[in-house]
């Protein structure tokens, strides 16, 4: 079957500038790329032609001699590009894959054909409070080990800091980047030899070998703000290790745990304190006095007949809110505890308290054995 015209194939017309050829090239290859049309070989046919096709016109050598020979140009003993117009031959897609992901996708992602020593590394830490430091938020000093500039060569990685006598790096031609082929996709990675710089240090610093960082633990001030929660990470952005060879820092990501307290639970924004009371108390009702999480007390009236679980809301008492001026609430547990190793007069009192009308004085025991009595007699 006779191939296509190329210039059908994208589009375009004969005199077609560098700039709509690579305009309809990469709509094209996004159209037809294989990831978008997986299982699909009627596109990934389409694929493999476009990129044939701006492979060629793209290249000024390629284009003339396709221009004046057609596809004949790329047969046995058809062109090279870049050398005689008539010698050598057409070997494959060349660089128009490396195209498609410099320009559609690294543009999304950070990446494409900056040269420049890699990032340094991102570092993680643990730091744990109380609760009453993530209440109101708290400034925490910590020392990190971590790699900074080396002061000798001023993080250049070269000795005296003179970068003068550097050479190409010959791996990546100065981009600082390698590539690698792996059926439809190229990946980039950072040149193993330069370490991204694109350059070889011919005078390495004796401090660093040349890296341009050194190992050392770093005091570092970190801001807690009031509310946070158990887990929750922050980032400092340029707080990590610093690159090699001047490049930008990393960040510090910082999680926060928060001790167990033994006074308050906290749920969110609201903050839960359990308190046990006398039998005696929750019968006859009593003011008992509790703390809040902001150190101040407050006085809480309890009802006659206060049962076990029952909540008593105090508005505004409870946890901060993050990057904001309110408040959560906090609310006391009420548990009411059994007397235990009685005297004899507390069990004699007891006795007589329980003969006296106890149905009236436990209306929800005496309705619940009630209701058992009448499942036994049938009355279900």
């Not at 090239?25 to 996004?30: H, V």
């Not at 690294?106 to 020593?117: I, N």
């Amino acid at each position: 079957m006779a191939k296509k015209d190329f210039y059908e194939v994208l589009g375009v017309a004969r005199g077609a500038s560098a700039d709509e050829l690579k305009k309809a090239y990469r709509k094209l290859a996004m159209k037809y790329h294989p990831d978008r049309n997986p299982g699909d070989k009627a596109a990934e046919a389409s694929f493999k032609e476009i990129n044939e096709a701006y492979d060629v016109l793209k290249d000024d050598d390629k284009r003339a001699a396709y221009d004046r020979f057609g596809h004949r140009a790329f047969e046995n003993g058809g062109p090279q590009p870049g050398g005689d117009p008539f010698g050598g031959g057409f070997t494959g897609f060349g660089g128009g894959l490396g195209d498609i992901f410099d320009e559609i996708f690294s543009s999304g992602m950070g990446g494409g054909r900056r040269g420049g020593p890699a990032q340094g590394a991102n570092l993680r830490t643990h730091i744990e409070i109380s609760l009453e430091d993530a209440f109101r938020g708290v400034k925490k000093q910590m020392r990190i080990p971590t790699r900074i500039r080396c002061n000798a060569c001023k993080g250049t990685g070269a000795q005296d800091g003179n970068t003068a006598g550097n050479d190409s790096c010959a791996t990546c031609g100065g981009v600082g980047k390698v590539r690698s082929r792996q059926g439809f996709f190229v990946v980039e990675q950072t040149c193993p030899t330069c370490g991204g710089a694109g350059r070889v240090i011919r005078n390495p610093c004796k401090i660093c070998a040349g890296n341009g960082t050194v190992q050392q633990e770093r005091a570092l001030q970190v801001s807690i703000p009031a509310g946070v929660e158990d887990g929750t990470r922050i980032r400092l952005a340029g707080e990590g290790e610093a690159g090699p060879r001047n490049a930008p820092p990393g960040d510090l990501l910082v999680e926060v745990s928060i001790r167990h307290h033994p006074l308050f639970h906290r749920d969110g924004t609201n903050i839960y304190c359990r308190v046990p009371l006398r039998m005696t108390q929750a019968a006859l009702g009593c003011e008992i006095e509790v703390p809040s999480i902001d150190g101040s007390r407050a006085r809480v009236k309890i009802p006659a007949g206060t049962q076990t679980g029952e909540q008593f809301r105090l508005r505004g008492k409870g946890f901060s809110i993050l990057r904001r001026t309110e408040r959560g609430d906090m609310y006391i547990q009420v548990n009411i505890e059994t007397p235990q190793h009685l005297s004899r007069r507390q069990r004699e009192l007891l006795e007589e308290f329980d003969g006296e009308n106890p149905a009236s004085s436990s209306p929800e025991n005496e309705g619940f054995f009630s209701r058992v009595r009448d499942f036994f007699d049938g009355k279900h």
